[in-house]
Each structure stands twice: as structure tokens, then as C-alpha cells.
């Protein structure tokens, strides 16, 4: 059993800057691939970003390149989500999610494929 819980969100201007975390329990993190997914309110959730368990393959959403970096570290059993130039779009809640994946390194943009969540941390962009 893999335990998830984000946090570091809250309320930023536009512009502003963000790093959530998303701190992991349980089963070996190194092990996993993980992801970074995204619901805004009425919207469908969507992939905003996902790496590999070694973090040598990461990908990422079209909408978010450039200004969002996914890291992990697995010392801490830890993965991170820089976000930079957000923007009121940007608003949602952010949901961390795992999927073992050792050796392979193959990483994964659909939420069906990811076999563990988080509880999710609150992203507001102001204008």
C-alpha cells in the first residue's frame, strides 16, 4: 500500500510562484513512476505532468512547458512540482499520483494507468 498526501498550495497572484510536494509512505517511492494531475472545478481532471522513478524521463502537459518542473527526490521520498508564471487557468486542485514502474522507466499521461492518489492540495491564481 502506497500513502500520498500534496502539499504547498494556496492563493498567488498572477505571475507568482508555487512549489507543491507530495511526500510518500509505504511501498518503495523509488519504484515508482509518478504524476502530477489537475481538476478544475466542472472540468474533467487532466494530466499536467509525470516522471520516471529514476528521473531521468520526465513529460509534460502542452499547457504547462516552460513554467512547471516536476522532480523527485528519493532520498526523501518526495516529489515536487515547481510551478512558475501562473496563471488564473492554472486554478485547481492538484493530485499526485504513483504507479509502480521498476525497471522499466516508462512514464504515463492517463489517470487510469496510476495505481495510487493523493487526497489533493488547493491551487488558487488570482488576476
Known amino acids: 500500500q502506497v500513502q500520498l498526501v500534496e502539499s504547498g498550495g494556496g492563493l498567488v497572484q498572477a505571475g507568482g510562484s508555487l512549489r507543491l510536494s507530495c511526500a510518500t509512505s509505504?511501498?518503495?517511492?523509488?519504484?515508482?513512476?509518478m504524476g502530477w494531475f489537475r481538476q478544475a472545478p466542472g472540468k474533467e481532471r487532466e494530466f499536467v505532468a509525470t516522471i520516471s522513478w529514476s528521473g531521468g524521463n520526465t513529460y509534460y502537459a502542452d499547457f504547462v512547458k516552460g513554467r512547471f518542473t516536476i522532480s523527485r527526490d528519493n532520498a526523501k521520498n518526495t516529489l515536487y512540482l515547481q510551478m512558475n508564471s501562473l496563471k488564473p487557468e492554472d486554478t485547481a486542485v492538484y493530485y499526485c499520483a504513483s504507479k509502480y514502474a521498476y525497471p522499466s522507466g516508462k512514464v504515463y499521461y492517463t489517470d487510469y494507468e496510476y495505481d495510487y492518489w493523493g487526497q489533493g492540495t488547493q491551487v488558487t491564481v488570482s488576476s
Open positions: 509505504g511501498s518503495s517511492f523509488r519504484r515508482y513512476t
